[in-house]
Structure formats: structure tokens, C-alpha cells
């Protein structure tokens, strides 16, 4: 029997992920199965297995390879900044969310049941990477806003990471999500991410009084 290598384990995990990212295209999470995800994979259901124990950990894994690239783009604008006002710093930020649709939509799952039904292992590793989008976006505060106290980035951290989390309801409403506003009589006036995340960053950057 020939010898499984790491190359081979990360290559079929990627084959999953980028099932359940596609299935997640058109599907709820609800009606993803093994099933559906092998039927798209070079693997059947049991297999899948073999590399996730849970549906859970496959869009944990998803969510982490997500905030990845994140972390990237915000590792970009630091290097390829030398100097933001802190309303261009806002404008940047947006931007690195306006990429990020997939990410955005994954946060509005429920976390406490997709990682109460992920291994630890899994959980330790996606934890890391949240920790590093956390630690990318303060980097981005040391850099271009140098008069920042510490406490201050502190207070825009823990603002800002609790807000992202809440964006993506407010861009993607149906059609019957829009009628029953309508009816309730709440006004429904669409904001891209881009223009939620500025108006947001603006406020906390204090971008208004701090060019």
C-alpha cells in the first residue's frame, strides 16, 4: 500500500473545502451533505472522513482558509504603504472587506455549534488564524497611526471585530426578505460592504477629526 504524504492529506482537504465553498455558492449550510460534497470531489462520502469528522470542521476549515487570505491582504497594505491618513486607512480597510464576501456570509453562522462539533485540533489551528487576523489588523494601527495609545487600538479591536461579524445581513436580503420590511414598514436602503465598513472605520479611527 503506498504511503500517504502530508502533500496528498492537504491537496484532498483542499478538494473538500473547495466543494463546500462551491455547494455554498447556492446552498444553505443545513442542506450541504457528505454526500453533496463527494458528489463533486474525487472521493465518496466515506472517504471524506478520512480528512474531516464533521461537516462542521469542513466549514471551519473553509472560514479559516477565508480569514488566510484576509491576513494577506492586510499584510499587503502594510508593506505596500509608507504612510495612511487614518480616513485613507479607513478606505483601505473597507477595501480588504469588500474582497471578502465569503468570509463575511461564513461569519453569519453559528460558531458556538460549528466549533463545539469541531475536533480540538481543528479548533487550535482555526483559532490561530483568527488570532493572526486580529494581530494583522492591529500591525496596520502601529504602522499608520502612530499617535494611537495602546488602549485605544484595544477599545478599535474589540469594536471592530464584533462589528464585521454583523455585515453581511445587511448587504445579501432576498426578495422576500425585502417584502416583509416593506410591510413591517422598515425602510430598506442597500450599503455595499465597502460603504458599511468605511462609515464604520471612519467612526473608529476618528477619521472625521483626524485626517
Known sequence: M??????????KREEII?????LYETMSFKDITFKDIAKVTSLNR???YN???TKEEIFLAFMQREYELWIKDLDKLCQSKKNLSRIALADELAKTLDKRGKL??????????????????RLVDFKRVYGSSIRGVKHCLDRFCPDMREDEK??????FFPFIYGIYP???????????MEEAGVEFIYHSVYDISFNCLKKL???????
Request: hydrophobic share 40%; glycine share 4%.
Open 104 to 121: 463575511l456570509k461564513l461569519m453569519t453562522m453559528n460558531h458556538f455549534d460549528m466549533e463545539g462539533n469541531s475536533s480540538y485540533e
Open 2 to 11: 503506498p504511503k500517504v504524504t502530508e502533500e496528498f492529506v492537504l491537496a
Open 18 to 22: 473547495d466543494a463546500c465553498a462551491m
Open 205 to 211: 479611527l476618528g477619521a472625521d477629526t483626524k485626517q
Open 46 to 48: 466515506t472517504s471524506i
Open 51 to 53: 480528512y474531516f469528522e
Open 154 to 159: 484595544k477599545e478599535f479591536l474589540y469594536a
Open 170 to 180: 445587511y448587504v445579501d436580503v432576498n426578495e422576500k426578505q425585502k417584502k416583509a
